[in-house]
């Protein structure tokens, strides 16, 4: 049989193609700003997508009301693209004047190393923010004696929100005073559940954070306060080097992580679950328990699930010791260093960083307002079980949470694939551990970034 | 020859071609082609020779991204995923592409309807795609476990839970949303055969199975080469789909190098590291991508 020859011509075609398509994953490295001027008028303000983008709006209004002639416009970035992408975008010419980015991710030491962040230390003294904040705040926000950015709301990791009509079938008692004694009685509770007909605890396995909520909650209740204090610090070069993450209590952690899942603790297919598809699989009646945090309840009432929601935090893996409530204090707005209205830009965080702005927008949105001055009982648009996290966490303790302290290339985006290859018994807890302390020693010699902004 | 004025010399001299209008022609294209793939290929590789973080200069350290790269186990393990991905993506694809042409092409009953719905996956948004069908892979509510299910297979399968059968989940859902279109290129190709070609054979008594391998495949082999490679080259891109559905995970077992990438350039601010890996894979990618086309080169001369 005659077969037509491929010209060669085509097959040169062919070829060029090939190395063309292939050469199209070499450029995604690179990055490329536009160019603006400032007009000393407008203002592009990014803020995250989420329940406090609609009450940003207002204070754009307000802003523009206070100061005629302006116009504050919003630009949205998802969450995935804040932990990363957004650095190349902030330190551009086409940069918001204002930018949204996570303390705890590289994105903030990318930039500060790199002298990409506006100093801002007369909003600071005009806002009065080091008398509004605590102390561990001010120092975190702190770099040489200079602010960069500000911190304007706080989360409360990893409350467990449960179905109470579950808990009712299943004979289980609402948990006194938000604690369950321990890790057996918590694997009892989940066994009754299934008995009732529900899964049991869900976890959206397969995002990039829940699962290091999970070690975030537990930790600090299997190590001593002093250990933690270490943990979060201890990265730095020059740092002590007793703490070790291949220490008892970090591996116990990880035991009891993997054990939950062998005795079918979590949910069916936690793994390959993200947090939306598990927040589904609880709203719709299927799912008895979900890790969540403070952000979370405003999604799940939106959904309006057919029976009412209580909520506990993870059991103690100390016995006699309470659950503290884990917080994030990492959620800024900054000012780029190629801002184009800079001065505007200052205007708008020194209007924005008020104790109205604290309780209108970001309690109204579902965060925890960040002054100290602003008691929980003063708020009356927080939602019941969000206020009632706050208020228990006035009493229990609040420790900042250990995967967003440290650098991410230890933290959370470290910390998450091997605790997936954790769970699906592809390590061992002490084989995860050392895992976790190569990697601190890495961040300690150098050998990885991150290690100090 | 002397009386007219014209010397041997000068009748021996070729007449010079015109260089200049050709060059002109070429100039946009090739300053096009020089902007956005020659530059972009270069800094790729002048950055994956350094440290950078994303802003400012790259710190030259020669080959360490490099050398690096060859003691990562991560990098190892996802030039492994990415090989499982691309075989097992390519194969299917061309194969089912090729089933699906030839029954169009034989005017089954609804071909014309076939080969829309057919195509409908390909202009679905590889982000949507993955999405659909992350939630379809769900234990219990799932859609696929609803349909296992209900013919008493079990309904709690957790496809995307375990690291041994995520890899399998993406590589369904690459050949679901690439099928449609190797089915499209192949059936042109199909179609330039002469239908007595095929009546002839009919006549001979050869059957549908012995017309497709023995009239159809050997004369669509060009285009089966060149659709080989395209699918090569999608599978190894596949970003879109692995990251809406497992972003890598669970660990890093669907995590194919370009999702790698990814994480070492955005996510860990590395992006000298990442750029090093990208070139890597481009090496891959490239060197299969040709291996493919010589192969089906030498079957077509073969074929003759």
């Known amino acids: ?453 | 020859m002397a009386a007219h004025g014209v010397t041997p010399a000068t009748l021996q001299r070729p007449r010079r071609r015109p260089r200049t209008f050709p060059l002109v022609m070429i100039a946009p294209a090739m300053l096009l082609l020089a902007l956005f793939i020659a530059y972009p290929i270069a800094e790729s590789v002048h950055i994956s020779l350094g440290s950078w973080d994303g802003i400012g200069s790259v710190a030259y350290r020669g080959l360490a991204n490099y050398r690096r790269l060859v003691h990562d186990s991560l990098v190892r393990q996802s030039v492994v995923t990415s090989l499982t991905f691309f075989l097992g993506t390519v194969v299917f694809t061309v194969a089912i592409g090729c089933l699906l042409a030839n029954a169009i092409s034989r005017e089954i009953p609804g071909a014309r309807i076939f080969k829309v719905v057919w195509f409908l996956p390909v202009i679905i948004p590889v982000s949507v795609a993955g999405i659909f069908w992350s939630n379809a892979f769900q234990p219990t509510t799932g859609v696929v476990n609803s349909v296992l299910g209900s013919v008493g297979l079990g309904d709690g399968h957790a496809w995307l839970a375990s690291s041994s059968t995520a890899p399998y989940a993406t590589i369904f859902v690459a050949v679901w949303t690439q099928t449609g279109y190797a089915m499209l290129i192949l059936l042109g190709a199909m179609d330039t055969i002469p239908p007595e070609v095929h009546e002839a054979a009919t006549l001979d008594g050869v059957g549908a199975a012995g017309r497709l391998f023995r009239i159809t495949l050997p004369n669509i082999l060009p285009m089966l080469g060149t659709i080989t490679t395209l699918m090569s080259v999608f599978s190894f891109n596949a970003f879109g789909v692995i990251y809406a559905m497992t972003r890598g995970g669970p660990g890093n077992s669907t995590s194919i190098l370009p999702v790698l990438v990814y994480k070492q350039s955005f996510l860990d601010q590395d992006y000298g590291y990442g750029s090093a890996t990208a070139v890597v894979t481009t090496l891959i990618v490239g060197a299969i991508g040709i291996l493919v086309l010589q192969v089906f080169r030498q079957r077509s001369l073969d074929a003759r």
């Open chain 1, 1 to 453: 049989m005659r077969i037509t020859r491929t010209p060669r011509a085509t097959r040169y075609t062919a070829v060029a193609g090939v190395l063309l398509a292939a050469a199209a994953l070499l450029p995604a490295c690179g990055t490329g700003p536009g160019a603006s001027s400032g007009d000393g008028k407008s203002l592009r303000v990014q803020i995250p997508t989420g329940p406090m983008a609609s009450a940003m709006q207002q204070v754009g209004k307000d802003f523009e009301k206070a100061n005629p002639g302006t116009k504050v416009t919003f630009e949205g970035v998802d969450s995935n693209s804040s932990r990363g992408p957004n650095a190349a975008l902030l330190s551009s010419t086409a940069t918001p004047d204002i930018g949204y980015l996570q303390r705890s991710t590289g994105v903030w030491s990318t930039l500060l190393k790199n002298r990409q962040l506006t100093q801002i230390d007369d909003v600071w003294t005009a806002a009065g923010l080091a008398n509004k904040y605590s102390k561990s705040q001010t120092a975190y926000y702190t770099t040489d004696g200079h602010h960069y950015g500000v911190l304007y709301e706080e989360l409360l990791i990893a409350p467990i929100y449960y179905n109470k009509a579950a808990f009712a079938k299943a004979g289980i008692p609402e948990p006194a005073e938000h604690q369950i004694a321990s890790a057996a009685d918590f694997e009892a509770m989940v066994g009754k559940l299934k008995t009732a007909g529900y899964q049991g605890f869900g976890v959206g396995g397969s995002s990039p954070f829940d699962l290091g909520h999970t070690l975030d909650a537990l930790l600090p209740t299997a190590v001593t306060a002093e250990q933690y204090a270490a943990m979060l610090t201890n990265f730095k070069p020059g740092s002590p080097t007793d703490v070790k993450y291949t220490d008892p209590g970090f591996v116990k952690v990880l035991q009891t992580i993997q054990d939950w899942q062998r005795k079918g603790i979590y949910q069916k297919g936690m793994l390959g679950m993200d947090t939306t598809q598990a927040q589904a699989l609880f709203t719709s009646g299927k799912l008895a328990m979900l890790q969540g945090g403070n952000y979370s309840y405003a999604d799940l009432k939106a959904a309006k699930p057919s029976f009412d929601i209580g909520w506990f935090l993870l059991p103690s893996l100390t016995p006699g010791r309470k659950t503290p409530f884990d917080a994030f204090n990492g959620d800024t707005l900054v000012i780029p260093a190629k801002a184009a209205n800079p001065a505007l830009a200052k205007k708008f965080l020194q209007f924005f960083m008020t104790d109205k702005y604290q309780v209108s927008v970001v309690a109204g949105g579902g965060s925890l307002p960040v002054f100290s001055s602003i008691r929980p009982s003063s708020l009356s648009n927080l939602g019941d079980l969000v206020q009632q996290q706050f208020e228990l966490s006035q009493s229990v303790g609040l420790v900042n949470i250990w995967d967003s302290t440290v650098p991410s290339t230890l933290g959370q985006a470290f910390a998450v694939p091997v605790l997936q290859k954790l769970v699906a018994g592809k390590l061992s807890p002490q084989q995860a551990a050392q895992q976790f302390q190569t990697a601190l020693e890495n961040l300690r010699s150098g050998k990885v970034s991150g290690a100090s902004d």
